[in-house]
């Protein structure tokens, strides 16, 4: 079944594991850190009408989805210049925040011909050219399979709103080997955006959906990783 990819304005919501980030001193592992919904963080393409969300995990460290740096029309990479991390609460206020970046981690795979070959290796690490005072979200060290998950993310929301930072609960959640699959709780916009714990911890990066249309109930997932085993 044909898998799509959650972007705002088009039919697609956005590394086999955190093996591809990049070890970093200032990444909080020994204690969770109080919840700071800034580090909540919207990505963007020069040029690219839609945006993806994403998540600060260091002062200079944003986890994201890979296909929402990739362009599957020309088959490569956006360049390294034209990506952007937006900070704030709402896209479209003149207070909102866009911060370049000075890299990308390793990436998962050089070229994609399928959305479904994003499967697994759907999470990419952008580094921030300058670090920023935000308290970043806590990796989760192991996943609760019975806990509530919930999705961030700066996607269309239930009236059709897209572009303000909300969260929403996940339904019929259930965690798998490499991903958490779930019904309904993102939308186009939220890929690359986390999946946080009842305690706010990181345990997975919003990816694909089965379903074209946010009104519609159908397998999504999003890309978990092991923090303990990677990290």
């Not at 980030?21 to 969770?32: A, F, H, V």
Request: glycine fraction near 6%; proline fraction near 4%; hydrophobic fraction near 35%.
């Amino acid at each position: 079944m044909r898998y799509f990819i959650f972007l705002f304005s088009v039919y697609l919501l956005s590394c086999s594991s955190i093996s591809c980030i990049t070890n970093d001193e200032n990444i909080q592992d020994k204690e969770t850190l109080p919840f700071n919904s800034n580090a909540i963080v919207a990505i963007k393409v020069k040029g690219e009408k839609n945006f993806c969300s994403g998540v600060l995990i260091s002062p200079t460290q944003v986890l994201t989805a890979t296909h929402c740096i990739y362009h599957m029309k020309t088959q490569r990479y956006a360049s390294i210049e034209h990506i952007k991390v937006g900070i704030g609460e709402n896209l479209f206020d003149k207070s909102f925040e866009w911060k370049p970046i000075s890299k990308t981690g390793k990436l998962p795979k050089e070229t994609f011909y399928s959305t479904e070959e994003f499967i697994e290796r759907d999470i990419v690490q952008l580094f921030l050219q300058d670090p920023v005072p935000i308290t970043p979200i806590t990796l989760a060290k192991e996943i609760d399979n019975d806990a509530s998950f919930y999705a961030w993310g700066f996607g269309e929301d239930q009236w059709g709103y897209m572009g303000i930072k909300k969260s929403r609960q996940l339904v019929n959640a259930k965690v798998e080997d490499t991903v958490i699959s779930f019904t309904s709780g993102a939308c186009r916009g939220d890929s690359g955006g986390p999946i946080l714990d009842s305690e706010n911890r990181l345990v997975a990066i919003i990816s694909l959906s089965r379903v074209p249309l946010c009104v519609e109930e159908g397998k999504r997932i999003a890309q978990r990783f092991s923090f303990s085993s990677h990290l």
